[in-house]
T-cell receptor, first 114, second 108 residues
Framework: DAGVIQSPRHEVTEMGQEVTLRCKPISGHDYLFWYRQTMMRGLELLIYFNNNVPIDDSGMPEDRFSAKMPNASFSTLKIQPSEPRDSAVYFC????????????FGPGTRLTVT | DAKTTQPPSMDCAEGRAANLPCNHSTISGNEYVYWYRQIHSQGPQYIIHGLKNNETNEMASLIITEDRKSSTLILPHATLRDTAVYYCIVDYGQNFVFGPGTRLSVLP
């Protein structure tokens, strides 16, 4: 398996623009997680899905952030409008099937908002 | 907030055992102890987890005290490639809260 795939790997955008980050989990995994990492706040869980259903989105910072999982092999994290403070590395991870405790992380998307 | 406390940094000589401590004094009965590590610029990598008993796999050993209020991750023969930030996490599910971790530097 190719592991968790994220795209793009790097994104530079201007403040106010819409940003969409993409993730393909490992085939057969039924949990998908979105994390954000910054120097100031460390690694934070934003939202996670089980069987394509959002389970806990309490980590989503505000309404500008939204995440979807239309099927078992694809998820998006969207920021609209983007702000400079959204600059971070965004990781997607997957695990499963069932309550497997090993989360596999993707390589991350480094987002820079100018 | 993270439920664990770890030293911010440690050094270890190459080839020696690295012992990374973690305090989790408020752990509840159904919570597991997980260890992950993050090598510079990469996504975190799972190392090991345990509930009560000591655990060992090909990467490391996990020693959990009898009262479960602390644990130690042991890398038996550290190499330069083990230089990373090591995270200790306590949780009963998958809603992980990562603290700042311990930055381990393996020195030649």
């Amino acid at each position: 398996d190719a592991g968790v795939i994220q795209s793009p790997r790097h994104e530079v955008t201007e403040m106010g623009q819409e940003v969409t980050l993409r993730c393909k989990p490992i085939s057969g995994h039924d949990y998908l997680f979105w994390y954000r990492q910054t120097m100031m706040r460390g690694l934070e869980l934003l939202i996670y899905f089980n069987n394509n259903v959002p389970i806990d989105d309490s980590g989503m910072p505000e309404d500008r952030f939204s995440a979807k999982m239309p099927n078992a092999s694809f998820s998006t994290l969207k920021i609209q409008p983007s702000e400079p403070r959204d600059s971070a590395v965004y990781f997607c991870a997957s695990s499963g099937p069932g309550d497997s405790y090993e989360q596999y992380f993707g390589p991350g998307t480094r987002l820079t908002v100018t | 907030d993270a439920k664990t406390t770890q030293p911010p940094s440690m050094d270890c000589a190459e080839g020696r055992a690295a012992n990374l401590p973690c305090n989790h004094s408020t752990i509840s009965g159904n919570e597991y102890v997980y260890w992950y590590r993050q090598i510079h610029s990469q996504g975190p990598q799972y190392i090991i987890h345990g509930l009560k008993n000591n655990e060992t796999n090909e990467m490391a050993s996990l020693i959990i005290t009898e009262d479960r209020k602390s644990s130690t991750l042991i890398l038996p023969h550290a190499t330069l490639r083990d230089t990373a930030v090591y995270y200790c996490i306590v949780d009963y599910g998958q809603n992980f809260v990562f603290g700042p971790g311990t930055r381990l530097s393996v020195l030649p």
